[in-house]
């Protein structure tokens, strides 16, 4: 009998707590867990390009961990995607962003799809993405809701509200098919803006992408399929000055 198939959640934040066991418990089903790691050094949360990058090298190090230990495939826990190609150069399970993962599934899902995001410095990073990952001319908008990513769990009643009523203008004002929800900090929102979004008659896919991510990489374990190593060519062996807290000294084939 197989053993169950384990993905691992990396959180690229150092806040403690903002992924808790019950968020990752309920990602689980037959045949999968989901165990979780998060970076020691970096940013608390991440609105900007500049937290990106300073998440990154912690990203990589719990990275190279994360497979030591035997985990099949690895989601970063952050709609930015932070080192995402990097990780797939220093590691060769399947390394899966929430980004690049929901985008695509919206467009094969819908004509056109709107993420909905938490504050304005997020949208050129997400606009960005799409671009990068071949869909921009599927994504008809970005919105915001205006609420950090560190206070989402302070008013949740809030949350939702502000998360449906975005989604509802992206549908009727911007022309969305479907609607990606463009914070990791949203899991769990998805069903309650679809179904507002059906009391205006609108049936539409409202993607979650952390547990979206999850489902695709079991499959891609499952297929025995993982990143092109010809796309992310492990890095040639180097002295790398600097990072020997964090658990990387040297990197590299």
């Known amino acids: 009998m197989r053993a169950p198939i384990d993905v691992r959640v990396l959180s690229p934040i150092t806040t403690k707590g903002f992924r808790r066991p019950s968020d990752l418990k309920a990602l689980e089903y037959d045949g999968v867990v989901v165990s979780h790691s998060q970076i020691e050094h970096g940013p608390a949360s991440i609105e900007s390009e500049y937290e990106i990058a300073m998440s990154v090298p912690g990203t990589i190090a719990k990275a190279i961990e994360a497979e030591r230990e035997g985990a099949d495939a690895i989601v970063i826990d952050c709609m930015g995607d932070p080192g995402l190609r990097a990780v ?22 819908g004509h056109r799809f709107s993420v909905v995001t938490v504050l304005d410095s997020v949208v050129p990073m997400i606009e960005n993405l799409a671009k990068v990952y071949g869909v921009d001319e599927k994504l008809a908008s970005v919105r915001v809701i205006d609420i950090p990513v560190l206070e989402l769990e302070t ?12 989604s509802l203008a992206a549908v009727e004002q911007d022309g969305a098919h479907a609607i990606v929800l463009g914070c990791t900090g949203f899991l769990g929102c998805a069903e309650a803006i679809a179904a ?10 409202v993607i979650d992408p952390v547990p979206a991510t999850v489902c695709m990489a079991d499959g891609m ?12 060519g ?4 180097k002295e ?8 990387i000294a040297r990197y590299g084939a």
């Open 88 to 109: 797939r150069e220093v590691v060769s399970i399947p390394v899966l962003g929430p980004a690049q993962t929901a985008m695509h599934l919206a467009a094969m899902l």
């Open 155 to 166: 008013e949740p009643e809030r949350l939702t509200t502000e998360l449906a009523q975005a």
């Open 196 to 205: 507002t979004l059906r009391t205006h008659g609108h049936v539409l896919p």
């Open 221 to 232: 374990v499952r297929a025995g399929l993982a990143h092109s190593k010809r796309t992310y």
């Open 234 to 237: 492990m890095p040639r062996d």
């Open 240 to 247: 790398l000055r600097g990072y020997p807290e964090i658990g």
